[in-house]
């Protein structure tokens, strides 16, 4: 990239709003999946929608792959920079701009961070639902290019559910807008499309979300079982019921060890902990809590404890929030792993992973989404130990064929991204690609968005046929030809 | 298609043998009269019996330059403009196989000619159902009713289609099958085509196949009326309601220039959770009059669609702000006084409604378009679903906004030879 282009990138942002110095640039290199880094050209921080317009008219005239950021918490290598392509940062544009109570509506821009939003309107009893782990640093820009779940969207859906229209800067710096305020607006479902494309279609610029009033109670209830075998039971027994549960979330013995050690939840040690929410209004929520009580005591829970005020619910949902992070109390390094399987498979995938991990003699600890089959394996090795890292790899790679197997998904929140998308083609055969690869070209023919993500390459992406040309991960000693 | 180029008709001709080598003679019929799309008359119906006949047929008929119209129970052909070409209908009455429903998973994965009537009965077998109210469940296929985005009163609670569908197979006009989204709740591989194919009035490929998140059925439910004096007296309790802590499923309010406005409410759930809610409705409703009313007041919308003079009627969409519900209603009163139309309408507190225009056919069409640029202005969007033959012709969409060029651009990728419901969609996609 020549001088004159970044001068010209220089002047949309004026000074302070490009980033180019080495030692700066690092801050970029990767997203929260710190096992692939690139160091972008540029990083360029724009204020507005119109800067974001000239920004990416810039890279369409010139050519220049685009990579857009939120607050870098991704999990799987989305926000990688593309080399000698530019990093668009969203984090300047922060503001809320409307919240409209009477239709239960907030317009943000892309850079809010999601608990920010809750924070906004809690005073009026209302919340912003989807809710990842990473809620207190992760922005809705981010959660929109990811289609962020979170615990709760068992029972209120993912960030696709609350998103109801957009303001998009597409790939050649056009402005556009899907959906609206009101609903069903005329025309394809270009939000719907657009949410969880992971970047590759444009970047949102100002978002339209559905805000919830809050339920009149939640009631939280943690139940011991002796093995996750148990514990699963009891959540087909819940379903079987037919009750909805706002969230309900497993961990095994490994992960209640390492939550424990991290914030002091004070769980029950036991082989399978259940943690179950319900929601709504307190008649009925008494109700079927008691009848969740009576499942998991007939599926042999060894403890059942009712989490009696909003701060003991708090402490709860802390070991749970914080377990990723909990893991560094009980091993040197660690794999987060995002699988998802029909929840009736839970039995056979699990000891298929405990199979797994005891023939790699590596320890697996296993967090998840229980009401709906996410999985979330920890797969834990030490680094300093040769070979375990790539063994640790090779059975996160196996596990999430275990997924695959089973009819589930190889990703259920965290994104393809980087990291997954050579799983892509084990999940989907060729023609379903090939039809997904025509509605982006509809959107970004020129493949400047985000271009290397998502969806197997086999040629190198960002390459055109025709003569060798090496291409700029090659060059940059990234990516090897083989 | 033109009916009087004689090349398309050899065309047809040759192509009939092709068809019937491929999904048998008997499913090959000559279209008659009533199988006329909003008044333009296609020439073939066939009926393929599985995915892989219905992908050959559409790709013989893509490669012939052939208009096809794709085609569930019928109830809903008429919706969309009318085709500017329509050589085939394509039937999807033989996929009608409920492939798999895994209850514990609370999922299903149902053909496309499948009603809905036949998915809830099998589905009710282990307490479950697919959480949406669609007009005329016991004609309307899953593929229609995706493909048409029809909604009812279920969706304040459980959203719409787009939120209930998880995965997808549909057959393009090149002949590729193809699937997207899968068999689990939760899942975020690859494109959201699932939700591109809901609403798309078929205009992008020909649904199969879809599987579905389910919810369980409820266990106790309790509906009740709510009569106050005026719209403005309703907008208020809707917007109280809806401010509140009640857990309803359902909230619809009905206007007309006849009758004082009535609201509906529903609750599901435990004996004791639907007591305390109807306690706390009473206390909410202050003096407005709430009666228990029977579970039929949730056909209303398929009331409003009962057509006992189609000749001078149009039935139409609005969607608007729920907080615009009052000065919507009052507009379309004095519209409908000013133009001497009679009216009613069936609004959700989601601000989707259903509105029936009953007039001379060109003080239809003018009112409607009026209307829509009213509604237009403030964020909403009008959509004519039913104009009998006698009302001129317009657009029954509405403005596409800035997005047109790109829909446009998504149609042609994905069907470059406009094969499918050309003309029929937004914009003249």
């Avoid at chain 1, 394809?188 to 970047?203: C, K, N, P, R």
């Avoid at chain 1, 919830?212 to 148990?230: D, I, Q």
């Avoid at chain 2, 009613?344 to 989601?350: E, G, H, I, S």
Wanted: glycine fraction near 10%; proline fraction near 6%; charge should be neutral.
């Amino acid at each position: 990239m020549d001088t004159r282009i970044l001068d010209d990138l220089r002047a949309i942002v004026d000074g302070r709003g490009l980033i180019s110095s080495p030692e700066e640039l690092h801050t970029y290199e990767c997203d929260g999946l710190t096992n692939f880094r690139v160091i972008p050209r540029a990083v360029l921080l724009p204020a507005s929608t119109e800067q974001v317009q000239k920004i990416v008219r810039v890279c369409h005239r010139e050519r220049i792959p685009f990579v857009a950021r939120g607050s870098g918490t991704g999990l799987s290598g989305g926000a990688l920079p593309v080399a000698n392509g530019i990093v668009i940062s969203l984090a300047r544009m922060n503001r809320i701009l409307e919240v409209d109570f009477p239709n239960a509506r907030a317009v943000v821009e892309p850079g809010v961070i999601n608990l920010d939003v809750t924070g906004r309107v809690q005073l009026q009893e209302y919340f912003y639902a989807p809710d990842p782990s990473s809620q207190s640093i992760c922005s809705i820009g981010g959660n929109v290019a990811e289609n962020s779940g979170g615990a709760h969207c068992l029972k209120y859906g993912f960030t696709t559910t609350h998103v109801l229209g957009l303001e998009v800067v597409l790939p050649d710096g056009s402005l556009v807008h899907f959906g609206g305020k009101t609903l069903d607006t005329p025309g394809y479902d270009l939000a719907g499309v657009f949410v969880g494309s992971e970047g590759t279609l444009g970047i949102a610029t100002k978002i339209i979300l559905r805000i919830v009033k809050r339920p009149e109670c939640v009631r939280a209830l943690l139940a011991a079982f002796p093995s996750t075998n148990e514990a699963g039971a009891a959540v087909s027994g819940i379903i079987a019921a037919g009750m909805l549960p706002a969230a309900i979330e497993m961990m095994d013995n490994l992960a209640i060890q390492a939550a424990e050690a991290a914030v002091h939840a004070n769980y029950p040690n036991c082989g399978g902990l259940l943690l179950v929410e319900l929601d709504g209004p307190v008649a009925e929520v008494e109700t079927l809590m008691t009848h969740v009580n009576e499942i998991c005591h007939s599926n042999g829970a060894s403890e059942i404890r009712m989490a009696k005020s909003d701060a003991e619910r708090a402490l709860v949902w802390k070991g749970r929030k914080a377990a990723f992070a909990a893991m560094g109390r009980i091993s040197p390094n660690y794999i987060v792993q995002d699988g998802v399987i029909p929840r009736t498979a839970l039995p056979k995938v699990m000891s298929e992973i405990e199979r797994l991990g005891q023939a790699a003699g590596l320890r697996v600890a296993n967090v998840f989404h229980a009401g709906d089959g996410n999985l979330h394996p920890l797969v834990l090795y030490d680094r300093r130990i040769p070979g375990q890292e790539e063994n640790a790899e090779a059975l996160s790679s196996k596990i999430l064929e275990l997924c695959i197997a089973a009819g589930g998904s190889i990703t259920g929140e965290h994104g393809v991204g980087e990291d997954k998308k050579y799983a892509m083609s084990k999940m989907f055969a060729e023609p379903d690609l090939a039809t997904m690869q025509r509605v982006r070209s509809a959107f970004d023919p020129l493949q400047l968005s985000n271009p290397t993500k998502v969806f197997p390459t086999p040629r190198l992406c960002g390459e055109k046929p025709g003569e060798y040309q090496p291409h700029p991960l090659e060059t940059s000693g990234i990516a090897e030809r083989f | 298609m033109d009916a009087g180029a004689p090349s398309k008709t050899a065309t047809v001709i040759s192509v009939d043998e092709q068809f019937r080598s491929i999904v048998g003679s008997d499913h090959v019929r000559p279209a008659i009269s009533t199988d006329s799309v909003a008044g333009v008359q296609p020439k073939l119906v066939v009926v393929p019996g599985n995915e892989t006949e219905l992908a050959e047929i559409l790709r013989v008929s893509n490669d012939a330059g052939l208009a096809v119209v794709p085609c569930g129970g019928g109830t809903k052909l008429g919706w969309g403009n009318p085709p500017a070409r329509a050589d085939l209908i394509l039937s999807t009455a033989r996929l009608n196989r409920i492939v798999e429903h895994v209850w514990a998973d609370l999922t299903v994965t149902v053909e496309a000619g499948c009603t809905i009537e036949k998915l809830q009965e099998v589905l009710a077998r282990h307490g479950q159902r697919l959480a949406l109210d669609p007009l005329w469940p016991d004609k309307a296929t899953i593929g229609g009713v995706l493909s048409t985005n029809d909604s009812g009163a279920l969706r304040l609670r459980f959203g719409a289609l787009r939120d209930l569908i998880i995965g997808v197979t549909l057959a393009l006009p090149d002949g590729t099958l193809a699937s997207s989204g899968g068999k689990v709740v939760k899942n975020v591989a690859g494109y959201d085509l699932p939700k591109l194919a809901t609403g798309a009035l078929g205009t992008l490929g020909v649904i199969t196949r879809a599987v579905f998140r389910l919810h369980p059925l409820p266990r106790k439910t309790r509906t009740f009326a709510i009569s106050v004096s005026d719209v403005e007296q309703t907008q208020h309790f809707i917007h109280v309601v809806q401010d509140s802590k009640l857990a309803h499923t359902s909230l619809q309010s009905e206007f007309s220039g006849q009758a004082p406005p009535i609201s509906h409410i529903l609750f599901e759930g435990t004996e004791a959770g639907l007591d305390a809610q109807e306690k706390q409705l009473r206390t909410l409703g202050g003096s407005a009059r709430v009666l228990e009313a029977p579970p039929s007041v949730w056909s209303a919308r398929q009331e409003v669609w009962t057509l006992t003079d189609p000749e001078n009627r149009v039935i139409a969409k609005i969607s608007i702000l729920p907080a615009n519900l009052g000065q919507t209603m009052e507009l379309l009163q004095r519209t409908a006084h000013a133009n001497h139309l009679r009216w009613r309408a069936l609004v959700y507190a989601t601000g989707i409604g259903c509105l029936r225009l009953e007039a001379l056919p060109e003080a239809l069409r003018d009112t409607l378009q009026s209307l829509r640029r009213d509604l237009e202005r403030q964020g909403g969007s009008l959509v004519a679903l039913h104009r009998s033959e006698k009302v001129p012709v317009f657009d029954v969409w509405g403005n596409a906004g800035d997005t047109l060029p790109l829909m446009k651009a998504i149609k042609h990728q994905l069907d470059p030879r406009n094969t499918l419901n050309p003309g029929r969609f937004v914009g003249g996609i």
